[in-house]
């Protein structure tokens, strides 16, 4: 039998590398490409077919949201296994939106990665037990699906700007133009109610964003 190919996508060449050898246990795995660069990704799956991608939602130049529609939009079957250090409660709700078939927290073992690609690969899901839960009971409880009311896009550059990015430089990395990123601007500080750089970071650092 073929081995599943499988991508790593993560800034940090140590996690790339440690995620590596993990999935190394696993003789029908076959990790074909570890980088953080998207266009190197893209470029590879428009002649390959890739049975998994591992990707971290807080890439450099890109958010992870952006690049899963690229990647279904190329193979609608490969399969995209979420990774974040960031708040859990909310990037695995949101990943389950998007259309992800599994997310897990850095702050976890790394067992649980390993764990989880056997699960995709089976074709099954991976998603935290209290993320499905906080969704099915979504209905009965209100406020529920709304607890953040920013976009995926807005999230990411909410980002940026709590680090300290222009919107210069957010429109460089995001291949955007100034115009778009302070309209995005706009709308996070209305959706908010912030009206500072200070009080954005405040908001951010108290639902793990940063």
């Known amino acids: 039998m073929k081995p599943a190919s499988v991508i790593i996508m993560d800034e940090h060449p140590i996690v790339r590398m440690s995620i590596e050898v993990l999935l190394q246990k696993n003789k ?5 490409m570890k980088t953080d660069d998207s266009r190197e990704v893209i470029n590879y799956m428009r002649t390959h077919s890739v049975d998994l991608v591992i990707l971290d939602i807080e890439l450099p130049s890109i958010d992870g949201f952006t690049l899963l529609k690229r990647i279904k939009s190329i193979q609608a079957d490969t399969r995209i296994l979420f990774l974040s250090s960031k708040s859990e409660r ?4 949101r990943a389950i939106q998007a259309g992800a078939n599994g997310f897990v927290s850095k702050r976890k073992e790394q067992e649980d990665i390993y764990h989880a690609v056997e699960m995709l690969l089976s074709g099954y899901s991976f998603f935290p037990s209290e993320t499905l839960e906080l969704i099915s009971n979504a209905g009965s409880r209100k406020g529920a699906t709304n607890d ?6 807005e999230i990411t550059v909410l980002r940026y700007l709590a680090n300290g990015l222009s919107n210069k430089e957010i429109a460089e990395q995001l291949l955007l133009s100034n115009k778009t990123i302070s309209a995005h601007k706009s709308n996070i500080f209305s959706k908010l109610h912030v009206t500072s750089i200070v009080e954005l970071i405040d908001y951010a650092r108290v639902k793990e964003l940063l």
Do not use: H
């Open 28 to 32: 029908n795995i076959d990790v074909v």
């Open 90 to 93: 909310f990037y695995a709700g």
């Open 148 to 153: 953040m009311p920013l976009s995926n896009r």
